[in-house]
Nanobody, 124 residues
Framework: QVQLVESGGGLVQAGGSLRLSCAAS????????MGWFRRPPGKEREFVGR????????YYADSVKGRFTISRDNAKNTVYLQMNSLKPEDTAVYYC?????????????????WGQGTQVTVSS
Protein backbone atom coordinates (compact mmCIF):
# COMPACT_ATOMS: atom_id res chain seq x y z
CA GLN A 1 0.00 0.00 0.00
CA VAL A 2 1.22 3.49 -0.86
CA GLN A 3 -0.02 6.65 0.75
CA LEU A 4 0.27 9.93 -1.11
CA VAL A 5 0.04 13.36 0.48
CA GLU A 6 -0.08 16.52 -1.62
CA SER A 7 0.93 19.94 -0.36
CA GLY A 8 1.72 23.38 -1.69
CA GLY A 9 -1.65 24.50 -2.94
CA GLY A 10 -3.04 27.93 -2.26
CA LEU A 11 -4.25 31.19 -3.72
CA VAL A 12 -2.14 32.93 -6.35
CA GLN A 13 -2.68 35.73 -8.83
CA ALA A 14 -2.77 35.07 -12.55
CA GLY A 15 0.75 34.93 -13.94
CA GLY A 16 2.13 33.64 -10.68
CA SER A 17 3.72 30.33 -9.76
CA LEU A 18 3.19 27.51 -7.32
CA ARG A 19 5.00 24.26 -6.68
CA LEU A 20 3.02 21.29 -5.52
CA SER A 21 4.63 18.37 -3.76
CA CYS A 22 3.43 14.84 -3.37
CA ALA A 23 5.11 12.77 -0.68
CA ALA A 24 4.79 9.00 -0.88
CA SER A 25 5.15 6.36 1.76
CA UNK A 26 6.70 2.98 1.12
CA UNK A 27 9.90 1.63 -0.38
CA UNK A 28 8.61 1.05 -3.90
CA UNK A 29 8.05 4.67 -4.94
CA UNK A 30 10.96 4.60 -7.35
CA UNK A 31 9.30 1.84 -9.37
CA UNK A 32 6.04 3.74 -9.91
CA UNK A 33 5.13 6.16 -12.64
CA MET A 34 3.47 9.20 -11.15
CA GLY A 35 0.73 11.34 -12.53
CA TRP A 36 -0.89 14.65 -11.73
CA PHE A 37 -4.59 15.22 -12.33
CA ARG A 38 -6.95 18.04 -11.49
CA ARG A 39 -10.65 18.61 -11.01
CA PRO A 40 -11.80 22.13 -11.88
CA PRO A 41 -14.95 23.35 -10.12
CA GLY A 42 -18.02 21.79 -11.66
CA LYS A 43 -16.01 19.73 -14.12
CA GLU A 44 -14.66 16.22 -14.40
CA ARG A 45 -11.19 15.18 -13.38
CA GLU A 46 -8.60 15.73 -16.10
CA PHE A 47 -5.06 14.65 -16.79
CA VAL A 48 -2.30 17.20 -16.21
CA GLY A 49 0.93 15.28 -16.69
CA ARG A 50 2.93 12.23 -15.83
CA UNK A 51 6.52 11.17 -15.15
CA UNK A 52 8.11 7.77 -15.53
CA UNK A 53 9.59 5.91 -12.60
CA UNK A 54 13.12 6.98 -13.50
CA UNK A 55 12.12 10.57 -14.16
CA UNK A 56 13.58 10.50 -17.67
CA UNK A 57 10.22 10.66 -19.43
CA UNK A 58 7.45 13.19 -18.97
CA TYR A 59 4.25 13.96 -20.80
CA TYR A 60 1.83 16.86 -20.43
CA ALA A 61 -1.65 17.83 -21.39
CA ASP A 62 -1.71 20.48 -24.11
CA SER A 63 -3.39 22.91 -21.74
CA VAL A 64 -0.33 23.03 -19.45
CA LYS A 65 2.53 22.23 -21.82
CA GLY A 66 5.29 24.80 -21.57
CA ARG A 67 3.96 26.15 -18.26
CA PHE A 68 4.00 23.13 -15.94
CA THR A 69 6.93 20.85 -15.17
CA ILE A 70 6.88 17.54 -13.34
CA SER A 71 9.97 16.24 -11.57
CA ARG A 72 10.71 13.67 -8.93
CA ASP A 73 13.27 12.89 -6.28
CA ASN A 74 13.24 9.16 -5.66
CA ALA A 75 15.59 9.52 -2.71
CA LYS A 76 12.93 11.66 -1.01
CA ASN A 77 9.93 9.70 -2.28
CA THR A 78 8.52 12.92 -3.66
CA VAL A 79 7.15 14.13 -6.96
CA TYR A 80 6.70 17.80 -7.81
CA LEU A 81 4.52 19.87 -10.06
CA GLN A 82 5.99 23.26 -10.84
CA MET A 83 3.28 25.53 -12.19
CA ASN A 84 4.25 28.79 -13.86
CA SER A 85 2.26 31.45 -15.71
CA LEU A 86 -0.86 30.34 -13.92
CA LYS A 87 -4.25 31.20 -15.37
CA PRO A 88 -7.67 31.39 -13.71
CA GLU A 89 -8.64 28.27 -15.65
CA ASP A 90 -5.95 26.35 -13.75
CA THR A 91 -8.11 26.67 -10.64
CA ALA A 92 -8.82 23.14 -9.46
CA VAL A 93 -8.15 20.52 -6.85
CA TYR A 94 -4.89 18.86 -7.84
CA TYR A 95 -4.22 15.20 -7.19
CA CYS A 96 -1.15 13.07 -7.52
CA UNK A 97 -1.47 9.40 -8.37
CA UNK A 98 0.83 6.39 -8.54
CA UNK A 99 0.88 3.74 -11.24
CA UNK A 100 2.42 0.46 -10.10
CA UNK A 101 2.78 -0.69 -13.68
CA UNK A 102 4.92 2.31 -14.72
CA UNK A 103 2.74 2.56 -17.82
CA UNK A 104 2.78 5.42 -20.26
CA UNK A 105 -0.81 6.32 -19.59
CA UNK A 106 -3.01 9.36 -19.09
CA UNK A 107 -6.00 7.30 -18.00
CA UNK A 108 -6.94 7.94 -14.41
CA UNK A 109 -8.51 4.51 -13.96
CA UNK A 110 -5.12 2.87 -14.50
CA UNK A 111 -3.54 4.62 -11.53
CA UNK A 112 -3.56 2.58 -8.36
CA UNK A 113 -3.09 5.07 -5.54
CA TRP A 114 -4.33 8.61 -5.07
CA GLY A 115 -3.68 11.48 -2.73
CA GLN A 116 -6.40 13.51 -1.07
CA GLY A 117 -5.85 16.55 -3.26
CA THR A 118 -4.76 20.12 -2.72
CA GLN A 119 -6.68 23.22 -3.78
CA VAL A 120 -5.14 25.67 -6.22
CA THR A 121 -6.99 28.91 -6.83
CA VAL A 122 -5.81 31.42 -9.41
CA SER A 123 -7.36 34.87 -9.22
CA SER A 124 -7.65 37.16 -12.22
Amino acid sequence: QVQLVESGGGLVQAGGSLRLSCAASGRTFSSYAMGWFRRPPGKEREFVGRISSSGRSTYYADSVKGRFTISRDNAKNTVYLQMNSLKPEDTAVYYCAADRGNRDTIMARLYDYWGQGTQVTVSS
